[in-house]
């Protein structure tokens, strides 16, 4: 691996030389296409390791326009090394594997296709070294290296294409496909199983450079203390159940590691690391249109309102905030109901985004890997 790039401009500007593409997109299905069409027998959704990436840079641009990034090269750069340490030693290190530190203060973590992980400055306030925050990222680095989000989608069989199309030649296919990783992602769709695979191989990653594989069972234990008051899915906490399961088979697995690592690092992590964590109920939540929801709890909810909106504006009309309310879009609310409707609202997931989606770019090589390591007493 060369380097460890967030990826910026480079592929916008490709998103942006391609309307000639969108332009084309609607002329294919005329008159005969149509026909073409009907007779193409429908497959599976299918993708090259490089419509993969495609794909994830646009899911991460939805991403950060809904939750801002922090904007603080020096986070950027710590959390890129942590996360570089475990990435290149999965079975695809030559991704543009980039982590982004997402300006909200739910706690939450997205891996997108491709390489692209994304984490809360709200997650990494919950953590509290550097070791947990290694056994985070190396359950998201699994999401993507073992490819569910794509299987999840392909799953669930509400994208076919064409015997003889390609996601990256239609481009209306190509934004479904974005629609559905998002919500698939926000929605932390992912099976019992797969959270099983994740935590396992991240465990995994993790132990194998030298972190305390413990870490991410105490990560989980914090979290699940954090929901004690909550049955519903929320965040990263899928259910009471699955997430002891969970922490009882890391557990296991840390146990039966040999050599197994015992690096919790937290004074580097507090070097870099000083975000405060915000209390589920104390999360400013997101205005929600028509749906009245209410602004978190009462968390000087006037003067959210007064704010001008800068995280609506979408490209291509999908983005979290058609998650978030449905009927909404991107109206804003000038009245938020007292009485609440909460339904299906998640403090972890809703939480305001601050203001800037602008990425920040973070380069490192082998040197600054192999340094980094050497520093923590890594192997
Ligand atoms: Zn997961």
Do not use: C
Request: charged share 25%; proline share 6%; hydrophobic share 35%.
């Amino acid at each position: 691996m060369k380097h460890l790039a967030v990826l910026g401009m480079t592929v916008m500007l490709t998103f942006a030389a391609t309307p000639p593409a969108w332009a084309r997109g609607g002329e294919q299905f005329g008159s005969i296409g149509k026909a073409v069409k009907k007779a193409n027998q429908l497959r599976e959704l299918q993708m090259t390791d490089e419509e993969e990436q495609k794909l994830g840079a646009e899911v991460s641009n939805v991403i950060r326009e809904r939750y801002g990034v922090v904007q603080d090269p020096a986070v950027h750069r710590y959390v890129t090394l942590v996360g570089a340490v475990l990435a290149v030693g999965t079975g695809r290190p030559n991704l543009p594997w980039t982590f982004i530190v997402l300006d909200t203060d739910g706690v939450n973590a997205f891996a997108a296709p491709g390489g692209y992980v994304h984490i809360t400055k709200g997650a990494l306030a919950l953590v509290q070294n550097e070791a947990e925050l290694a056994g985070v990222l190396g359950h998201e680095i699994t999401h993507v290296t073992e490819k569910h989000t794509i299987r999840a989608v392909q799953k669930k069989g509400a994208i076919k294409m064409g015997a003889e199309e390609s996601l990256s030649g239609n481009a209306a296919l190509f934004n479904q496909v974005v629609g559905e990783v998002v919500s698939n992602i926000t929605n932390q769709a992912f099976s019992a199983g797969e959270e099983n695979e994740s935590d396992e191989k991240g465990v995994g990653l993790a132990g194998k450079v030298g972190y305390s594989p413990q870490a991410l069972a105490d990560f989980l234990t914090r979290l699940k203390d954090r929901n004690k008051e909550s049955q519903e899915k929320r965040g990263l906490f899928p259910s009471h159940p699955e997430m002891q399961s969970r922490i009882d088979k890391i557990g296991q697995q840390a146990s039966a590691m040999k050599p197994a690592g015992s690096a919790t690092l937290a004074e580097r992590y507090r070097k870099f690391i000083t975000f405060e964590p915000v209390p589920q109920a104390e999360i400013a939540m997101v205005e929600a249109g028509s749906a009245g929801l209410a602004g978190g709890s009462g968390d000087k909810p006037d003067e959210k309102k007064q704010e001008p909106k800068k995280e609506e504006p979408k490209k291509r009309g999908f983005g979290l905030g058609k998650l978030v309310s449905p009927g909404g879009g991107d109206k804003q609310s000038t009245q938020a109901s007292a009485s609440g409707g909460s339904r299906g609202l998640d403090p972890e997931r809703d939480g305001k985004g601050g203001p800037n989606p602008k990425p920040v770019p973070v380069k490192v090589d082998m040197a600054d890997i192999n340094a980094f390591k050497k520093e923590g007493g890594l192997t």
